[in-house]
C-alpha cells in the first residue's frame, strides 16, 4: 500500500508555544489530506480536511486560528499548533486520499505540551 | 455516512479465527464498508473493505450480509500481533471513527 510520513513522530513544547507538523505522502500524490487528534482510550477525530492550494475545512468545534493548516502541494501538508497549551496534548494523525478513493494513514505524532 | 456499532471487547485463541462483527443498518447503497485496525500508539490500518460481494486478502475476510446491514471481519489464524483495535466504517465520503472493538489475542 502506499505510504504516509509524519514528522516529527513526537514532540514536547512548552505551553504558549508553537508547534508544525508534517505529513507526506511518500509514493502518490494526495488530492486531499485529514488530520485527525486522538486522547487516550479514545477513537480519532476528524478535525478538518485540506484539498492542495484551497483553505481547509475544519469540523465543527475545532478552531482554525489554533489549529492552522497548510496543504501547499500534492505530498505535503502541515498542522500548525499555535499558543499551545496542555490540554492539546494528544496523538495527531495525518491521512491522505488517492486518485482511487484510497486512504493511507500516517504513523502519528504525540504531541506533549508542558 | 451511516453509523456503526461493535462490540466495545473481544477475546480470541491465538492460533484460532477471530470474527469481529459490525452493524450498519442504516448503510445506504453507495457506502463501501471499511476495516481498518488500530496497534497501540500507532495510525490506522488499512485491513480490507467491500461494497456488497465478501471480500478476502492476505490478512482477512469480510463477509457483508446480502441486505448490508451488517458485516463480519474474519482473521482466520489469530496471532499476538493482531491485538489491536479494530473499526468498521462505513463511508462514501469522509473516513470517520467509531469507537471499535478491542480484540485480545490470547495464548
Known amino acids: 500500500g502506499a505510504v504516509v510520513s509524519q514528522h516529527p513522530s513526537w514532540v514536547i513544547c512548552k505551553s504558549g508555544t508553537s508547534v508544525k507538523i508534517e505529513c507526506r505522502s511518500l509514493?502518490?500524490?494526495?488530492?486531499?489530506m485529514f488530520w485527525y487528534r486522538q486522547f487516550p482510550k479514545q477513537s480519532l477525530m476528524l478535525m478538518a480536511t485540506?484539498?492542495?492550494?484551497?483553505?481547509?475545512?475544519?469540523e465543527q468545534g475545532v478552531e482554525k486560528d489554533k489549529f492552522l493548516i497548510n496543504h501547499a502541494s500534492l505530498t505535503l501538508s502541515t498542522l500548525t499548533v499555535t499558543s499551545a497549551h496542555p490540554e492539546d496534548s494528544s496523538f495527531y494523525i495525518c491521512?491522505?486520499?488517492?486518485?482511487?478513493?484510497?486512504?493511507?494513514f500516517g504513523p502519528g505524532t504525540r504531541l506533549t505540551v508542558t | 455516512d451511516a453509523k456503526t456499532t461493535q462490540p466495545p471487547s473481544m477475546d480470541c485463541a491465538e492460533g484460532r479465527a477471530a470474527n469481529l462483527p459490525c452493524n450498519h443498518s442504516?448503510?445506504?447503497?453507495?457506502?463501501?464498508v471499511y476495516w481498518y485496525r488500530q496497534i497501540h500508539s500507532q495510525g490506522p490500518q488499512y485491513i480490507i473493505h467491500g461494497l456488497k460481494n465478501n471480500e478476502t486478502n492476505e490478512m482477512a475476510s469480510l463477509i457483508i450480509t446480502e441486505d448490508r446491514k451488517s458485516s463480519t471481519l474474519i482473521l482466520p489464524h489469530a496471532t499476538l500481533r493482531d491485538t489491536a483495535v479494530y473499526y468498521c466504517i462505513v463511508r462514501v465520503g469522509d473516513m470517520r471513527f467509531g469507537a471499535g472493538t478491542r480484540l485480545t489475542v490470547k495464548p
Open positions: 491521512s491522505a486520499k488517492t486518485r482511487m478513493d484510497e486512504q493511507y
Open positions: 442504516t448503510i445506504s447503497g453507495n457506502e463501501y
Open positions: 509514493d502518490f500524490q494526495a488530492t486531499t
Open positions: 485540506s484539498n492542495e492550494g484551497s483553505k481547509a475545512t475544519y
